[in-house]
């Protein structure tokens, strides 16, 4: 199958880092995408990977191992407005559509 | 740009009523995805274009189900007849062609209820 498995949700302080993690099937790996999703609102794109390694856009970092089928989304200087689900997204072979995961709610608390 | 532009952005219907859902992607984009998420089963591809043409409708749940893209700048996604299961929030997203740099963007999303 084509299984994406990440945390049901998470609890961080203003200001700490959290790491979200996301592992999936290897056979195939084509592409892995963050999202961030707001309650009501629609997902917005956060990061692409396809190579190992760390992609870091200010704030926000995005790791992938494709041996270990692992990828994880870091997140520093965490803020309130950082509250939200954080879908990871796979593709695998030749497709052109990514396999949504079942997406990780993050809290931020004072 | 206005991004990906969806309507209605509220629906509610009764069963057995048809209902369709419009979607207007980013111009120049060549591909366009309709998602369906529920609490349940999260984020779906019910079906994806590439240049107006279906590619794959594996994910479309039933004959009740048909999309069309009768030009690149509009898509619509039918039910029909529609059903209290059918309740959930369908997403229309669209992306250029040979790049993942910049993801996917979607609409607003349109809000179905089925009672």
């Known amino acids: 199958g084509q299984n994406i498995d990440q945390p049901t949700e998470m609890t961080a302080t203003e200001g700490a880092i959290v790491q979200i993690n996301c592992t999936y099937q290897t056979s195939g790996f084509n592409g892995l995408f963050w999202y961030q999703q707001h309650a009501g609102e629609a997902p917005t794109f956060l990061s692409y990977n396809v190579l190992d390694g760390l992609e870091e856009k200010g704030r926000f970092s995005s790791f992938l191992s494709r041996s270990k089928g692992y990828s994880y989304l870091l997140l520093k200087e965490l803020q309130m407005k950082d509250s939200a689900s954080y879908l990871c997204a796979v593709r695998w072979w030749n497709g052109q559509n990514f396999v949504f995961g079942p997406g990780t709610r993050l809290s931020v608390l004072p | 740009d206005a991004g990906v532009i969806q309507s209605p952005r509220h629906e509610v219907t009764e069963m057995g009523q048809e209902v369709t859902l419009r979607c207007k992607p980013i111009?120049?984009?060549?591909?366009l995805f309709w998602y369906r998420q529920t609490m349940m089963r999260g984020l779906e591809l019910l079906i994806y274009f590439n240049n107006n043409v279906p590619i794959d409708d594996s994910g479309m749940p039933e004959d009740r189900f048909s999309a069309k893209m009768p030009n690149a700048s509009f898509s619509t996604l039918k039910i029909q007849p529609s059903e209290p299961r059918d309740s959930a929030v369908y997403f229309c997203?669209?992306?250029?062609?040979?790049?993942?740099?910049?993801?996917?963007?979607f609409g607003s999303g349109t809000r179905l209820t089925v009672v």
């Open positions: 111009s120049g984009h060549d591909y």
């Open positions: 997203a669209s992306s250029p062609q040979g790049t993942d740099v910049y993801g996917y963007t």
